[in-house]
């Protein structure tokens, strides 16, 4: 037996308990970076429709294509939320990456973040007014001024922080981003979801699972990774998978 499949059933035992418990955990999907139709948005689509897995797409306003509206227009499940302005990066070399950094005028990038939300929420069937900052980051001081720009949500990376509007993060990305750049190990984030229900199920306080993916870069692992993990977590109400509706209190 290959450790992956092991950690597989570790997923499948974590269920388990959730269910004998009379309980279902909660997860969510964002997906980020899109701009236009392309094969593997069609894939990722086609993927989470026929598993019933809404998901938050992190659609970068400035080069956002009409396209992509017009092919997401028939998709109830897909839900367009706002992803920085243009993810360019503001900070100097040596520094992480950051568009929503304090390198610029907080005016300048709070402006920015307006137009993105606007753009977004006209061009889009389905849309929801949830920032995700590019690189899952954002000047702390900028935070508190995103409700009166009509931001309902903040989603970045990792454990919760105290936040003046709801912060609904993701918590597991699948991307090796600093070594393959292609999948993680498939035993490594499955061992991260079963931490996530397990710390869920001690604490129902606990934010939901948040996977996070990127469609433009997955390889076959990625795809056949989250393929096993739709087919593990979404029958007979194993898992309850949910858009970004929910997590924002709608
Ligand atoms: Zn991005």
């Not at 974590?14 to 970076?33: K, N, S, T």
């Not at 609904?168 to 292609?182: A, K, L, Q, S």
Request: charged share 20%.
């Amino acid at each position: 037996m290959t450790p992956a499949v092991s950690s597989w059933q570790n997923l499948a035992a974590a269920l388990e308990r959730w269910r004998d418990a009379g309980r279902q955990p909660v997860f969510w999907l964002r997906d980020d970076d899109a701009v236009a139709p392309t094969a593997p948005l069609d894939r990722l689509v086609g993927l989470t429709a026929r598993r019933g897995v809404p998901v938050a797409l992190a659609v970068i306003p400035a080069h956002a294509e009409r396209d992509l509206a017009r092919r997401l227009a028939m998709q109830p499940h897909v839900t367009a939320v706002v992803h920085g302005w243009s993810h360019q990066n503001h900070a100097p070399a040596g520094e992480k990456k950051q568009e929503l950094g304090p390198h610029r005028p907080a005016a300048t990038v709070l402006g920015e973040l307006a137009q993105g939300l606007k753009r977004i929420r006209v061009m889009f069937a389905r849309s929801a007014p949830l920032l995700v900052p590019p690189w899952n980051r954002i000047d702390a001081a900028l935070i508190p001024a995103l409700a009166g720009l009509g931001y309902r949500g903040l989603s970045t990376f990792g454990p919760p922080k105290p936040a003046p509007l709801r912060l609904v993060n993701t918590t597991v990305d699948i991307m090796d981003w600093h070594g393959t750049r292609g999948c993680r190990d498939h035993a490594a984030i499955v061992a991260e979801i079963v931490a996530g229900l397990d710390a869920g199920f001690a604490d129902p306080s606990r934010p939901p699972v948040g996977v996070l993916t990127h469609h433009l870069v997955h390889d076959e692992s990625a795809w056949d990774f989250l393929e096993r993990l739709f087919e593990i977590t979404t029958p007979d109400g194993a898992g309850r998978w949910v858009g970004v509706d929910a997590l924002l209190g709608d």
